[in-house]
């Protein structure tokens, strides 16, 4: 998860860091825990960021702290590092020749040999960010970054660009990297491109780079194509400046189709809708279900619910509402804030279930708890059956690349089976869309997309040392 947003625009135009903050508040989705932009007037770089949604964190007296006519920014979701301040993104190195500021979507498998590499190659690791408490993967990054350019100061002639085509091979996982000196945009995605990524048109000169292209929309950009696996883009006043730093070989993750991204979004030329849709008519075929009605868990539920009901013939009905107030349960810090926003989140419409026999369409299970309370308060407000249906095969896997289920013992499908499963959920059955047909849904070759964390094939290998703990860079571990 994290969402990431760049823009550079004619000098003349001082308000990026405001454009940035629209560009993160439609990637809201993708990060609840804390947002920061980066800003530059050509000369110097200013940062703002503090922990809490986009809209708890900015108002006009920040963002009018923030002139310049380019500027990055960040919304996050933890994967490496805990949740406070320090960890919050753009991430900022100094060198001698300026300031580097990146902001970062993904998860590396490889912190520990990086760390080992910036010991090695400039003898203290803990310099910069990683001095101050940040304990993530991006904070090392930067270090490295900064490292290379430090360099420059001894006669090495380094460049932000050079340096980066230095170190990008270096980083394992998933990435995908907005960053910017005082005068230029980069962004990077890594040779898998694990995490989405693209680039956007606005104006007559200006760019917009952003994880997902409705960041584009609310810009006003138009999107030109995605940043391609392995490639490096620089921005300047002269455009867009395109080089490679690895060899492509996607293998993009299936899950920004399942649920990650929003549903207006276009991955690989694929709408997230439609995909998401398709899925749910898949379902239909391999799990029908006598039922009087179906209904979606909203939202991210909804379009498989559509197309379930689309080829079965059930009638769709809204049976649930939805608190729009409340985030996305999957991505609070900790299982209690899970179970207290699952009863804040959904409340069943006791007028349309009761006495009917319901097919009920989500996206996943991971953990379990968002279905087993809601079988229970469906059946507590009348419904006389519960068909759970899910538009997704079973997560038995830990995703390492930058989703927050990374403990076996938290996927209830690594542990169960699928009838311990349904009777723990409480259902009167349960079936999942298999990987094929998922797979199929996308419209890509089930060869490029990553499936790991439903067949635990991962295409990015690891020391499992390296990733056995989200908090593996807490406490100066390095």
């Known amino acids: ?111 520990a040999e990086l760390s080992k590499i910036l010991l090695e190659r400039y003898g203290d690791v803990q310099s910069g960010e990683l001095a101050n408490g940040n304990t993530t993967d991006t904070a090392l990054i930067t270090a490295l970054l900064t490292g290379n350019l430090l360099k420059a100061a001894l006669g090495y002639g380094e460049t932000l660009l050079s340096t980066a085509h230095e170190i990008l091979p270096l980083l394992k996982g998933a990435f995908s990297l907005v960053f910017m000196d005082e005068k230029r945009i980069y962004a990077a995605r890594d040779r898998q491109g694990l995490r989405p990524l693209v680039v956007g048109k606005i104006g007559e000169s200006g760019y917009v780079i952003a994880s997902e292209n409705a960041a584009l929309d609310i810009v006003g950009a138009t999107f030109l194509r995605e940043v391609e696996p392995g490639e490096l883009i620089m921005i300047d006043d002269d455009g867009l400046h395109s080089s490679r730093f690895a060899e492509a070989k996607r293998s993009g993750c299936v899950f920004e189709y399942v649920y990650l991204a929003r549903p207006d979004a276009h991955i690989f030329g694929r ?31 909804t379009p498989a619910a559509v197309g379930f009901a689309k080829e079965s013939g059930i009638p769709f009905a809204q049976g649930l509402t939805k608190n729009s107030y409340v985030g996305r349960t999957f991505i609070q810090p900790t299982d209690t804030l899970r179970r207290v926003g699952i009863r804040l989140k959904l409340n069943p419409l006791k007028s349309v279930i009761a006495g009917k026999k319901l097919v009920v369409v989500d996206d996943s299970i991971v953990r379990g708890n968002t279905q087993k309370a809601l079988v229970k308060m469906l059946k507590d407000s009348g419904a006389k059956e519960v068909h759970i249906r899910i538009s997704s095969p079973p997560v038995k896997y830990p995703c390492y690349y930058g989703i927050d289920f990374a403990k076996y013992d938290e996927l209830i499908a690594n542990n169960m089976s699928l009838d311990l499963i349904r009777e723990t959920l409480g259902a009167d059955s349960l079936g999942y869309l ?45």
Not at 284 to 291: L, T, V
Not at 437 to 442: E, G, H, Q, V
């Open 1 to 111: 998860m994290c969402g990431v947003f760049s823009v550079y625009l004619p000098k003349s135009c001082q308000d990026a860091a405001k454009m940035t903050y629209f560009g993160l508040y439609s990637l809201q989705h993708r990060g609840q825990e804390s947002a920061g932009i980066a800003a530059s007037n050509g000369e110097n770089i200013m940062v703002y960021k503090d922990l809490g949604l986009v809209s708890q964190v900015f108002n006009e007296i920040s963002l009018s702290s923030l002139p310049g006519h380019l500027a990055i920014g960040h919304t996050r979701y933890s994967t490496t590092g805990g949740l406070k301040w320090q960890n919050a993104q753009p991430t900022l190195g100094n060198t001698a020749f300026g300031t580097i500021a990146l902001a970062h979507n993904g998860n590396l498998v490889n912190s």
């Open 271 to 301: 709408a997230v809708h439609e995909a998401r849709v398709e899925m749910g008519r898949a379902l239909a075929r391999e799990f029908p279900c006598d039922a009087d009605i179906v209904i979606p868990v909203p939202e991210s539920g």
């Open 434 to 478: 298999s990987i094929e047909s998922m797979a199929k849904a996308t419209n890509r070759d089930i060869s490029t997309l990553c499936l790991a964390c439903f067949n635990g094939k991962y295409p990015v290998k690891f020391s499992t040392a390296d990733v056995s703990d989200k908090y593996l860079l807490e406490g100066g571990n390095l």
